[in-house]
């Protein structure tokens, strides 16, 4: 296997060594990828950081137990630690104050670290992201029970878009290397709940009361077609945090930067900006 483009810089952050991708300078962006078999900044963001470089300095790492961030099989990797490491990662790189782009995972990640230190937290774009109490969707699902192979891989990756043509060759085996990395699977497994093996596995994410107290403007982005994350998270959201406004695209799944990439990009630089 060759050395995968998601390998970047190297940051020492919650005594986890840290892999992250920067680009481009001036207000800090952070770009935060979704959980599921392969992740990675790269998997999740390389379509969209060139672009958004241009006006912003761009920083998306890799979450401690994903990707080629180290994954510790003692550490208990929960919304604590994880937004203890992405402050980690800010106090690295001299970032007092950013603006944070969370896709699914990583929007309940943005969220964490908005009301565990808000004064960090500038504006928030969140997409596809999960919020109070839903069904396990297939697409959740999918990350837990799947098994490394390049059939797999494209099995799970045709829950999440709406148009299934975006899904490439290239894509899938990108991902699929990744996944089959030794361990990489097992470790999905403990960052992500278990499905019950009868009746529904009942997901939450953070309640109404709590998404009610987020400070930052917040720019909410939500699939109408989302088979991972159901729009009903979007619209709590929406509902719910104080300065917040909803974008709903339609003919749309779980990837909002990929599947509308043009219409993503205006709205994060228009607010961000």
Known sequence: MTQYPGI?????????????LQQGSGKPLFLLHGSGPGVSAWTNWAGVMPALAQHFRVIAPDIAGFGFTEFKADSKYDIKLWVRHLLG????????????????FGGALAIGLALHAPQRVERLVLLGTPAGEFEQTPGLRS?????????????TMRLFPFDQSIISEEMVRGRYEASARPGAQ????????RPN???????KGFPQASVAKIEAPTLVLHGREDRVVPPQCGFLLAQSIPRAELHLFGQCGHWVQTEHRVRFLQLVRDFCA
């Open 143 to 155: 990350a837990w029970e799947y098994e490394p192979t390049l059939e797999n891989m494209e099995r």
């Open 8 to 20: 970047g810089e190297t940051v020492l952050a919650a005594e986890h060594r840290t892999n992250y």
């Open 186 to 193: 097992d470790a999905l497994r403990k960052l992500i709940p």
């Open 197 to 203: 093996a009868e009746g529904p596995t009942i997901v």
């Open 89 to 104: 990662i800010m106090d690295a790189l001299d970032v007092d104050k950013a603006s944070f782009v969370g896709n699914s």
